[in-house]
């Protein structure tokens, strides 16, 4: 009995490695890539919205992050945060949002301590 149970889980964790291309699948730089390619590549992202990238790449020129495709008519936030890891705009890993942020905005709080005048002494009557 063991024996058989072994077989199944072992079948049937081969067959989920094989109907979960995604997970093998290699960085897609979304400035270079045609839209078979990215509907290919990506979950969440068939023919149409892989055409709707492409044509707003063409118009509006290259993305600038990954996060500059809910840009693209008809791509949710939630599609864009669960193929960032398989996301790259012109030949760099795409950055998680929090890493973005901390890059481009500096630190205010150290601005803001710089920049505090000192305390006046107030005379005591």
């Avoid at 795409?94 to 942020?101: G, L, M, N």
């Avoid at 890059?103 to 920049?115: C, E, F, L, N, Q």
Wanted: aromatic share 4%; net charge positive; glycine share 4%.
């Amino acid at each position: 009995m063991r024996l058989i149970s072994s077989l199944l889980l072992s079948s049937a964790l081969l067959v989920g490695a094989c109907m979960a291309p995604a997970a093998w699948a290699g960085p897609v730089d979304i400035n270079t890539a045609d839209a078979s390619t990215l509907a290919r590549e990506l979950n969440g992202i068939g023919p149409a919205r892989a055409a709707a990238i492409v044509a707003y790449r063409n118009e509006h020129g290259p993305f600038k992050s990954v996060d500059d495709l809910a840009l693209v008519k008809n791509i949710p936030q939630k599609v864009i945060d669960s193929n960032r890891e398989f996301l790259r705009v012109d030949g760099k890993s795409a950055a998680p949002r929090s890493e973005a942020r901390q890059a481009v905005k500096p630190d205010t709080r150290a601005a803001r301590s710089d920049a505090k005048p000192e305390p006046k002494a107030t005379p005591k009557p």
